[in-house]
């Protein structure tokens, strides 16, 4: 049976294009690594290199545009996000990281753990207040919650 294109995806880090395709009723990724991709690089010979490089895939089912729109979409984020040299990578503190690998959660406590060792205020810092209380005054804003009280 043949290779039935689905759908694309996209991997920013390395820059990829993710084809799914469906053969004998099963889905399959086959990912196409763009390695040599620059905020300079011409989108539509990139489009077309990879087209003719897996036809076994794109034969007469996959338009050309539609993958130069996906290369520009990598090339944008070159341009937008230039790599770190420090690899640090850019892991959303903000975001779900009950979804995320072990790598990346490692990462992220790191990052917080970092944080709150630079603005920890122990008993040795002249700045220690034992019992520190602040008065706010009254509130900014209509709320509706805390009115019991």
Known sequence: MAK???RFA??????????????????????M???NLTPDTDTRNVAQKLID???QFCKDRINTSQVERLVRK???????????GGGGGGIALDG??????????????????ETFDKNFVGREDPS?????????GPPQEENDWDDDF
């Open 4 to 6: 039935v294109p689905k």
């Open 10 to 31: 996209l991997d920013f880090d390395p820059p990829t294009v993710v084809l799914e395709y469906e053969k004998n009723g099963s889905l399959f990724h086959y990912k």
């Open 33 to 35: 690594k763009l390695k």
């Open 53 to 55: 490089r897996h036809l």
């Open 74 to 84: 990598l090339v944008y984020a070159l341009e937008e996000d230039p790599p770190s």
């Open 96 to 113: 779900d990281l009950n979804k995320v690998s072990e790598a990346e959660l490692a990462q992220a406590k790191a990052m917080m753990s």
């Open 128 to 136: 220690y207040i034992h019992d520190k209380r602040v008065d706010f």
